[in-house]
């Protein structure tokens, strides 16, 4: 196991932010089209209620299960 030490950590943390997610000299220009990660509940429900949609609810989810597995074929629930 390595240890990680607070030093080490701070200078990770000094030189990767959400801007810069590969170091000082990435951006997140050429990521506009990767799906979006790590969003609190809040904002996922504030962007669905700017953009005039809904969070998917468990009916939702159970719904696109059921459409997306095929006719004959086993599914864990």
Same mark, same amino acid.
């Given at each position: ?51 005039? %949609?809904? *969070?998917? #609810? @468990?009916?939702?989810? =159970?719904?696109? %299960?059921? *459409?997306? #597995? @095929?006719?004959?074929q =086993?599914?864990?629930?």
């Amino acid at each position: 196991m390595t240890v990680i030490r607070v030093s080490g950590f701070k200078i990770f943390k000094d030189r990767h932010d959400w801007r810069h997610p590969f170091g000082p000299k990435s951006n997140i220009n050429v990521l506009d089209h990767h799906p979006v990660v790590h969003v609190s509940f809040a904002d996922a429900l504030a962007y669905a209620t700017w953009a005039r %949609r809904h *969070l998917p #609810t @468990e009916a939702d989810c =159970a719904l696109i %299960r059921d *459409l997306a #597995t @095929e006719p004959g074929q =086993a599914r864990d629930v």
